[in-house]
Antibody, heavy 124, light 111 residues
Framework: EVQLLESGGGLVQPGGSLRLSCAAS????????MSWVRQAPGKGLEWVSA????????YYADSVKGRFTISRDNSKNTLYLQMNSLRAEDTAVYYC?????????????????WGQGTLVTVSS | QSALTQPRSVSGSPGQSVTISCTGT?????????VSWYQQHPGKAPKLMIY???KRPSGVPDRFSGSKSGNTASLTISGLQAEDEADYYC???????????FGGGTKLTVL
């Protein structure tokens, strides 16, 4: 059974940093691209970032480019999101999701499994 | 990328059918057959219901079906049940590697 378990969320001041983790199990982690998707309170879903199975390719939404860094440790079956220079508009539940690609290792077709999410609140 | 357009809410009685639309452009919904739909109950993670416009993952009831015409994709739920009450989000590939765009979500109420 595929399981994704996020952790690391919390309250942080504007300009601060936070690192999220997503522990994966139930599938060959290194064979799949992974992604972070966020949901602001009462709002819809927004794709944030993705990383290839090897970790060699990373992609970001314009809204977080230059501030967030996605990475993975395939020996630990864990996905990370380092978030720096946080802003109030980054407040959201952050979900990690397993990517099903088409036409290549990272081109996103859909997300077949999602974690339960971790809440990040940016406020003074 | 702009969000895909979904109705804010739809409703139906048990046993009825409802359809949720998802309107994009020729750069996303209309240009590719990579539309997916997700169900989200309050406080829960999204769950994949439909992928590649009309395919159902294992375990999703066949009451759920998807289609597309031009720049608009649709999710139809037939034989509505109380447990179908949730938010539904569409999502489409938008043309470059990881470019995916979501709809704003539709709240389904089962009367």
């Amino acid at each position: 059974e595929v399981q994704l378990l996020e952790s690391g969320g919390g309250l942080v001041q504007p300009g601060g940093s936070l690192r999220l983790s997503c522990a994966a199990s139930g599938f060959t982690f290194s064979s799949y691209a992974m992604s972070w998707v966020r949901q602001a309170p009462g709002k819809g879903l927004e794709w944030v970032s993705a990383i290839s199975g090897s970790g060699g390719s990373t992609y970001y939404a314009d809204s977080v480019k230059g501030r967030f860094t996605i990475s993975r440790d395939n020996s630990k079956n864990t996905l990370y999101l380092q978030m720096n220079s946080l802003r109030a508009e980054d407040t959201a539940v952050y979900y990690c999701a397993k990517v099903v690609p088409f036409g290549g290792v990272i081109v996103i077709d859909y997300f077949d499994y999602w974690g339960q999410g971790t809440l990040v609140t940016v406020s003074s | 990328q702009s969000a895909l357009t979904q109705p804010r809410s739809v409703s139906g009685s048990p046993g009825q059918s409802v359809t949720i639309s998802c309107t994009g452009t020729s750069s996303d919904v209309g240009g590719y057959n990579y539309v997916s739909w997700y169900q989200q109950h309050p406080g829960k993670a999204p769950k994949l219901m439909i992928y590649d416009v009309s395919k159902r993952p294992s375990g999703v009831p066949d009451r759920f079906s998807g289609s597309k015409s031009g720049n608009t994709a649709s999710l139809t739920i037939s034989g509505l049940q109380a447990e179908d009450e949730a938010d539904y989000y569409c999502c489409s590939y938008a043309g470059s590697y990881t470019d995916v765009v979501f709809g704003g979500g539709t709240k389904l109420t089962v009367l």
